[in-house]
């Protein structure tokens, strides 16, 4: 009889295994035994199992305390549905799940600061959107000491600034 | 013609290197809790931003709805797409290319799943090629990002870069001598993780590794795919070592075992999955060692995804299963060989 691991060796070890009430007879060669014995296990790895041990690992603490969890205002998924089904239902949901997911994000990832890639679009408006902020403040100020040419120059800036951004840079909600 | 029959370096270890980007477009609900509606314009929406560019000549569109189960298959087999991906076929959508390097996952997991897959170790210019691919797409949608926390996901295991970079690797000396586990232990202390991409559970089959960054935050791309690589490199010194001390210890004991290898692959009439891979493992050792002058490691990959489920049965021309599938693999697989060996025979 061959080894029906390898089925190139003649089988030497006869081995005999009750799983589920079930009886398995296995004949191996030498080789493949030795083999069966050690065999590698590689953890497999669930994002979900990830994420509710993190969560249970004593941060989930004042979420209890809360008499109702967090709760996303556009999406409406709440904080207990997302620690089941271990995803979140929109980009708001980390704005107004921020306070438990930090610790979360802190664990799984060491780091709650992006530094790589910024999206063009994204990037130039998040800018805009800086300067303009930056300008108003200007403007505040301009006004407040009655320097009103200065805050004619300011106001037409911004004004310019909040066309050139087009659609991307309007508020997102 | 897929990336697959090409050569790519270190070959003799690395199948492939991989890059995947996971991006959301901005004031859409993410796939998980989204409504059909939602997601057709955003297949339609993605559909018009990258096909008919010029750009993008050889990228085609498709609804998974519209491909058949065995190409869905094939598909996941040749890691073009994911399962999750054909578990929402209702919605879900794929643009790939004519190499298929590139492919652009749409309602996933995320609204955007891309990825880019070359042969060998090659993670540099997978990441080059897929940058493009993302400033590309960016130049046409808006995708959710924030300030501090960058590419937003579903899954807050992957926000951040969003990048998940993986390397493909044939480990069967390292298997052989037991120290898979050890290297598996070292590589989670540096936030890489690694699994066995045939079989289920805790099988490896063929001795097939995938080795990928497990954090996506805090670190930038470029950071990422140097701890891969740093972490690589070392596997791939260290197998190569292996390989050739067991060769220098074992002499023509060795050689035998890959030479029956060969022969059964070559002449067996039922071939299990199982033992496909460990057949096709062994013989790829060979190869890569120059023991098997008449096969390439391109042969061999490129069997490695012909002799799975999804393949066999394409092969077939029907549905089949159970003992039909190891017989019809038999056949696959040995008329495959049998026609590379005669085309070298010719030339
Ligand atoms: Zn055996
Ligand atoms: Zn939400």
Redesign the interface.
Same mark, same amino acid.
């Given at each position: 009889m061959l080894c029906q691991?390898?089925?190139?060796k003649p089988a030497t070890v006869h081995m005999t295994k009750i799983i589920n009430n079930h009886k398995t007879e296995l004949h191996l060669c030498e080789d493949c035994a030795r083999q069966r014995e050690?065999? *590698?296990?590689?953890? $497999?790895?669930s994002?979900n199992d990830?994420?509710a041990s993190f969560m249970d690992m004593g941060q989930a603490k004042p979420a209890f305390e809360k008499l109702s969890p967090s709760k996303c205002a556009?999406?409406g998924?709440d904080f207990n549905q997302f620690k089941n089904?271990?995803?979140?239902?929109?980009?708001e949901c980390?704005k107004y799940f921020g306070d438990e997911?930090g610790p979360?994000?802190r664990k *799984?990832?060491?780091? $709650?600061?992006?530094?790589?890639?910024?999206?063009?679009?994204?990037?130039s408006a998040?800018l805009t959107k800086k300067q303009i902020q930056k300008l108003k403040a200007e403007l505040k100020k301009a006004v407040e000491i009655e320097a009103y040419e200065k805050a004619a120059e300011l106001r037409d800036k911004i004004r310019e600034l909040e066309q050139s951004q087009g659609y991307?840079g309007r508020e997102?909600q | 013609m897929s990336w697959i029959n090409e050569k790519g370096p270190l070959r003799d270890v690395v199948i492939s290197s991989r890059i995947r980007l996971a991006r959301n477009l901005a004031n859409y609900p993410f796939p998980p809790v989204m409504k059909p509606q939602h997601a057709a314009e955003i297949a339609e929406n993605i559909r018009n931003s990258v096909i008919g560019r010029r750009s993008s000549q050889g990228l085609s569109f498709m609804f998974i709805r519209d491909v058949p189960i065995v190409e869905r298959q094939i598909l996941v087999e040749k890691h073009l797409a994911s399962q999750d991906l054909m578990q929402n076929y209702e919605v879900s959508a794929l643009i790939m290319d004519k190499d298929e390097k590139i492919t652009i996952m749409i309602n996933e997991e995320d609204h955007i799943r891309m990825q880019c897959i070359l042969p060998g170790f090659q993670l540099n210019q997978s990441w080059d090629i897929l940058n493009s691919v993302d400033d590309m797409l960016e130049s046409q949608v808006e995708y959710a990002f924030h300030d501090e926390l960058g590419y937003l996901t579903s899954c807050p295991t992957n926000v951040g870069t969003g990048m998940r970079s993986s390397v493909m690797m044939h480990l069967p000396a390292l298997t052989l001598n037991q120290q898979m586990n050890a290297i598996l232990q070292t590589i989670s202390k540096i936030g890489l993780t690694a699994r066995g991409i045939y079989g289920e559970g805790s099988e490896a089959l063929g001795s097939i590794y995938q080795i990928s960054n497990q954090i996506t935050l805090g670190l930038s791309e470029e950071e990422i795919i140097n701890n891969l690589t740093i972490a690589c490199r070392q596997i791939i010194d260290k197998e190569r070592m292996a390989r050739k001390a067991l060769w220098d210890a074992n002499g023509i004991q060795f050689e035998d075992a890959l030479w029956r290898a060969y022969g059964i692959l070559l002449n067996a009439r039922v071939l299990e999955l199982k033992e496909f891979m460990a057949l096709l493992s062994q013989v790829r050792l060979g190869v890569s060692l120059g023991l098997i002058p008449k096969l390439t490691l391109e042969d061999m990959d490129y069997l490695m995804t012909i002799g799975q489920p999804g393949g066999v049965t394409r092969k077939a021309g029907r549905m089949i299963d159970g003992n039909e599938i190891d017989i019809a693999r038999a056949n696959v697989i040995r008329e495959v060989m049998e026609g590379i060996l005669k085309t070298k025979d010719i030339s």
């Amino acid at each position: 009889m061959l080894c029906q691991e390898c089925k190139q060796k003649p089988a030497t070890v006869h081995m005999t295994k009750i799983i589920n009430n079930h009886k398995t007879e296995l004949h191996l060669c030498e080789d493949c035994a030795r083999q069966r014995e050690s065999f *590698i296990n590689i953890p $497999t790895f669930s994002v979900n199992d990830l994420i509710a041990s993190f969560m249970d690992m004593g941060q989930a603490k004042p979420a209890f305390e809360k008499l109702s969890p967090s709760k996303c205002a556009v999406c409406g998924m709440d904080f207990n549905q997302f620690k089941n089904i271990g995803r979140l239902g929109c980009q708001e949901c980390y704005k107004y799940f921020g306070d438990e997911l930090g610790p979360i994000l802190r664990k *799984i990832q060491g780091s $709650t600061q992006h530094t790589g890639k910024v999206p063009k679009r994204s990037g130039s408006a998040l800018l805009t959107k800086k300067q303009i902020q930056k300008l108003k403040a200007e403007l505040k100020k301009a006004v407040e000491i009655e320097a009103y040419e200065k805050a004619a120059e300011l106001r037409d800036k911004i004004r310019e600034l909040e066309q050139s951004q087009g659609y991307s840079g309007r508020e997102q909600q | 013609m897929s990336w697959i029959n090409e050569k790519g370096p270190l070959r003799d270890v690395v199948i492939s290197s991989r890059i995947r980007l996971a991006r959301n477009l901005a004031n859409y609900p993410f796939p998980p809790v989204m409504k059909p509606q939602h997601a057709a314009e955003i297949a339609e929406n993605i559909r018009n931003s990258v096909i008919g560019r010029r750009s993008s000549q050889g990228l085609s569109f498709m609804f998974i709805r519209d491909v058949p189960i065995v190409e869905r298959q094939i598909l996941v087999e040749k890691h073009l797409a994911s399962q999750d991906l054909m578990q929402n076929y209702e919605v879900s959508a794929l643009i790939m290319d004519k190499d298929e390097k590139i492919t652009i996952m749409i309602n996933e997991e995320d609204h955007i799943r891309m990825q880019c897959i070359l042969p060998g170790f090659q993670l540099n210019q997978s990441w080059d090629i897929l940058n493009s691919v993302d400033d590309m797409l960016e130049s046409q949608v808006e995708y959710a990002f924030h300030d501090e926390l960058g590419y937003l996901t579903s899954c807050p295991t992957n926000v951040g870069t969003g990048m998940r970079s993986s390397v493909m690797m044939h480990l069967p000396a390292l298997t052989l001598n037991q120290q898979m586990n050890a290297i598996l232990q070292t590589i989670s202390k540096i936030g890489l993780t690694a699994r066995g991409i045939y079989g289920e559970g805790s099988e490896a089959l063929g001795s097939i590794y995938q080795i990928s960054n497990q954090i996506t935050l805090g670190l930038s791309e470029e950071e990422i795919i140097n701890n891969l690589t740093i972490a690589c490199r070392q596997i791939i010194d260290k197998e190569r070592m292996a390989r050739k001390a067991l060769w220098d210890a074992n002499g023509i004991q060795f050689e035998d075992a890959l030479w029956r290898a060969y022969g059964i692959l070559l002449n067996a009439r039922v071939l299990e999955l199982k033992e496909f891979m460990a057949l096709l493992s062994q013989v790829r050792l060979g190869v890569s060692l120059g023991l098997i002058p008449k096969l390439t490691l391109e042969d061999m990959d490129y069997l490695m995804t012909i002799g799975q489920p999804g393949g066999v049965t394409r092969k077939a021309g029907r549905m089949i299963d159970g003992n039909e599938i190891d017989i019809a693999r038999a056949n696959v697989i040995r008329e495959v060989m049998e026609g590379i060996l005669k085309t070298k025979d010719i030339s």
